[in-house]
Structure formats: C-alpha cells, structure tokens
C-alpha cells in the first residue's frame, strides 16, 4: 500500500460522466484492496439544503446560493479529509464535483495544504464536446434524486438550464495551474496526462486508457456437465456429457435469441471439452466473433473473464 494518500479531484461539467467515471474507478480500486470512498458534492447539497434545488440555484450571478454552494463544498472536502485523517484510515478518497474553475481548484490545494500528513492530489478533468453523449448522460439524470418527482420533460429543460450556468464559467485545467491532471476526452476516446506518478496513480492511468462506456452485459459461463464431472475426477481434459452437450445448445440458443451476431464477443478456451461446446454456442453466424484463449484451464478462463469484467466496466 502507499505510504501516502491518495486525494482524486473530478473536474467537469455536469453531464460530462464524472460521477459514472468515478463510480467505476472507486469499484476497481476497491477490487484491488484499496480502502477507498467517493465525496460527492451534491449529496451533501441534498443532504444539507433545506429545499429543493432547480436550474436557478446554480446561477452564479445570485451571491446568496453560491455560498450555500461552497458551504456544501467545504462539508464534503471536510469529511473527505477526516476519512483519510481518521479512524476509518482511508488510504485513497474522490472528491466527485464539477470543481469548474481555477479559483476553486485553488481552493482544494490551499485547503489540504493546511494538514501536514503526506499525500497526492491527481485532478481528473472529463471533457465532453459529443452532442450525443451529453444527452445520453442527461437521460441518465431522470434518476438522480433531483428530479425523482418531475416529469422527463422537465428534467431535461432544467438541466440543460443547469449545464448552462456551469459552461458559462468553466475553465479547463491548465498547465501554468502545475497540478497533476489526467484528462478523459469524450467518456475514453482520447486520454492525456500530465505530471502523473506513483503506482497507484498509474494504474489509474492505465484503467482509464482502457475505459469505456457501456451498457452491455457480461456473461461468464463455465463449459457444461463432463464425462470427468460424473466421475468425480477433478482437472483433465476430458469431452462433455450428453447433459453437457444439452446445456451448450440451451446456451446457444439463448445467446442467439438474445443478441446480434454484431453485438457479442465471445472469449472461450482451446481445451477439448470446449470443442464440443464452442460449435453449437457460436454457430456459422458468429464464429467469426470468437478469441481463442490458448492453453488456460477452465478455471483460469474463468478468472480471465473476471479479470475482463473490471478492466472494461
């Protein structure tokens, strides 16, 4: 583990993927054995305010709610910093806000600056120009408990009023700032980097290269019943049973039902007992599809699919 903390600072206007991005990272960090936890700013503003927050609260020209903003600001960079600090001894922790512009990134370095413990902060800005992007990410927000009582139409009106205050006002992160950024351009489509160290922060880096957005599934699936299996041998590499053969086909057939020749990949072993399998799940549609993993046991193809599941998610 470090000998350091780690503090991640998002940047971003709302809808650019920011808390998708950290959500994700927060998981695969976790995975890793990390102990880790998101601070997301607008949870202490729904936490904390006393009503109901619309487009109009994030005008920056009404000097009284911008200091309830940085008033929920400082709450969650408080807690942020007693969790690393504290009894719970966090060792990696998010700070999920928009963090739009210079001053208030500013902010961030005087305030940790203050506590003498060591540590890092890596900004990771997530830039988004893609029209079809933003208004896939506002679609998601018809789940955000802002919006939980009001109809779509109105959640798209308000946030888009919302996303119009913050751009008015954002600046993206710039070198002369000397902070150590990481910058996402449209949800992984291109990544830059700068003044990024450390083996945490680098596996970071790499997660991120590898991001994508998605919605597909994923489905591991270990090879039907083996003539092995009904002799309660464990290991080899023995053909499959007629009730193996029975489920190969029942999963052929529910992947085909399912899904596009166009819409899958398929990962599977070279082992015998999967050449029996491999032809009836993948069929002449979608063969082609297929990637060979050469030599691994079906344990390891397992562990291998997992390994998939976090690299990708």
């Known amino acids: 583990m470090n000998k350091y903390k780690l503090i991640i600072v998002f940047v971003g206007l709302p809808a650019s993927g920011k808390s998708y991005t950290s959500h994700h990272l927060c998981q695969y960090l976790s995975w890793l054995g990390y102990k880790i936890k998101i601070f997301n700013t607008g949870n202490y503003r729904r936490l904390l305010g006393n009503e109901e ?15 309830l903003r940085e008033k ?11 969790y690393l600090q504290g009894k719970e001894e966090g060792e990696i922790a998010i700070l999920d806000a928009t963090n739009s512009t210079r001053k208030r990134r500013e902010k961030i370095i005087r305030f940790f600056s203050l506590f003498p413990y060591e540590k890092n902060i890596l900004f990771l ?14 679609d998601f927000k018809k789940n955000s408990p ?7 139409e109105f959640m798209k009106n308000d946030f888009e009023k919302r996303f119009d205050y913050y751009r008015d006002v954002y600046e993206d992160i710039e070198d002369d700032e000397n902070l150590n950024y990481i910058k996402i351009y449209n949800c992984g489509k291109k990544v830059i980097y700068h003044n990024v160290y450390g083996f945490v922060e680098t596996l970071i880096l790499n997660y991120l290269i590898n991001f994508t957005v998605s919605t597909k599934k994923i489905f591991i699936s270990r090879h039907g019943q083996s003539l092995y299996n009904l002799e309660n041998r464990i290991g080899g ?13 029942k999963l052929y057939n529910f992947i085909s039902l399912n899904y ?30 297929v990637k060979s993993i050469v030599g691994i046991s079906p344990t390891m193809v397992l562990l291998f699919h997992l390994l998939f599941v976090y690299l990708k998610m």
Request: charged share 25%; hydrophobic share 35%.
């Open 260 to 289: 596009k020749k166009d819409e899958i990949m398929i990962f599977t072993s070279n082992l015998h007992l999967f050449s029996f399998k491999t032809p009836i799940l993948l069929g002449k549609k979608i063969r082609k599809n």
């Open 53 to 67: 927050h619309n487009a109009d609260f994030f005008n920056n020209n009404n000097s009284e709610n911008l200091k």
């Open 72 to 82: 929920y600001f400082y709450y969650s960079i408080f807690d942020l910093n007693s």
């Open 146 to 152: 802002d919006y939980k009582d009001y109809t779509i």
């Open 125 to 138: 800005e997530n830039i988004t120009n893609d029209r079809l992007i933003i208004q896939k990410n506002i």
């Open 237 to 249: 590499d023995s053909s499959i049973s007629n009730e193996g053969m029975m489920y190969a086909r």
